[in-house]
């Protein structure tokens, strides 16, 4: 698959890349995309939720009247859970919610991905760009000329720019990640994906078979 470079001002160049069949033109996985989703969702979870039980509340353990004779129900202690201020059953514990996956899923996940960006043509190539200054008006200028402003954008580069994370951080709709760190998850949930010259080589060798 060949795609035309594009520069900054939005232009093509005369310069293009070609994709690698094995990555950017396969037969997608949805099942591979539901798990690596799930799977990152499930790590962003804290799981620090808790409730006291039983065994865990003040309170007298005292029974508050014998078993039988009264009339009433049987009842155990003041912390019974049935009762006003008493403890919770079977509440929540801190857990950790990760589960892992094989690598050959999650690389099939992420090929998925970007099979499906190059076919609905939501994929740009730019060339290599930096930013002299954190400048957001800049960055935000290029996402315009790249037709990415109007929705949700990732920029993959191929190294760490201070500058560049900087002035993209400022815009709610956009997020500059490296190349070498892509996952399923924020492929999928930008609507464009505009990756830098030098990074398609990363993210070919990354998931090269």
């Known amino acids: 698959m060949k795609l035309k470079i594009h520069n900054t001002e939005g232009k093509e160049t005369k310069k293009s890349v070609d994709l690698a069949e094995d990555i950017f033109n396969i037969e997608p996985n949805d099942h591979a995309i539901y798990l690596a ?48 201020g008493g403890a919770r059953i079977f509440g929540p514990r801190p857990r950790d919610y990760g589960f892992k996956l094989n690598k050959s899923l999650k690389d099939l996940a992420r090929k998925s991905a970007l099979t499906y960006k190059a076919k609905d043509n939501a994929l740009v190539v730019v060339e290599d760009f930096t930013l002299d200054k954190p400048k957001t ?23 760490n720019n201070k500058n560049l994370i900087l002035a993209g951080r ?27 010259e030098s990074s398609v080589k990363q993210i070919e060798e990354i998931l090269k078979n």
């Not at 996402?143 to 990732?154: V, Y």
């Not at 815009?171 to 464009?192: F, Q």
Request: charged content about 25%; cysteine-free.
């Open 37 to 84: 989703v799930k799977q990152y969702l499930a790590n962003q979870r804290q799981g620090t939720h808790k409730t006291l039980e039983k065994s865990e509340i003040s309170g007298s353990t005292k029974k508050l009247h014998r078993q039988k004779g009264t009339g009433g129900s049987r009842k155990g202690s003041i912390k019974n859970p049935l009762f006003k």
């Open 137 to 159: 008006k800049d960055f935000a200028a290029i996402l315009k000329n790249l037709g990415a402003d109007t929705s949700r954008a990732m920029v993959l580069v191929h190294e």
């Open 170 to 196: 400022n815009i709610p709709n956009a997020e500059v990640s490296l190349a070498t760190g892509i996952n399923t998850y924020e492929i999928m949930r930008a609507k464009k994906l505009i990756i830098t």
